[in-house]
């Protein structure tokens, strides 16, 4: 059975950083893309950021382009968001997500699996 387990969240002060890793279990994904993914109260799931299979291609929305890196480590199953800079407007649930090929993705549709998410929230 295939669990995502999303970690690192918490409430931190605009301007603090926090450190997100995500643990996939039930298989090896070393052969897909991987992708975090954000959901603030009230508004649509929206994509934060996407990293190719070997690492070698990464994308992010505009809204955290700059401030926060995605990276995995394949031998321990692993994807990480780093987050500094933090604003109010990045306080939601994230959620990381194992895309359905090699190539990188900005749409849920792209993913296959999903974890239950971690809290992330940012006070002014």
């Known amino acids: 059975q295939v669990q995502l387990v999303e970690s690192g969240g918490g409430s931190v002060q605009a301007g603090g950083s926090l450190r997100l890793s995500c643990a996939a279990s039930g298989r090896t994904f070393s052969t897909n893309a991987m992708g975090w993914f954000r959901q603030a109260p009230g508004k649509e799931r929206e994509f934060v950021a996407t990293?190719?299979?070997?690492?070698?291609?990464?994308y992010y929305a505009d809204s955290v382009k700059g401030r926060f890196t995605i990276s995995r480590d394949n031998a321990k199953n692993t994807v990480y968001l780093q987050m500094n800079s933090l604003k109010p407007e990045d306080t939601a649930v994230y959620h990381c997500?194992?895309?359905?090929?090699?190539?990188?993705?900005?749409?849920?549709?792209?993913?296959?699996?999903w974890g239950q998410g971690t809290q992330v929230t940012v006070s002014s």
């Open positions: 997500a194992v895309g359905r090929s090699r190539i990188i993705g900005t749409a849920p549709y792209d993913y296959d699996y």
């Open positions: 990293i190719s299979w070997g690492g070698g291609t990464l």
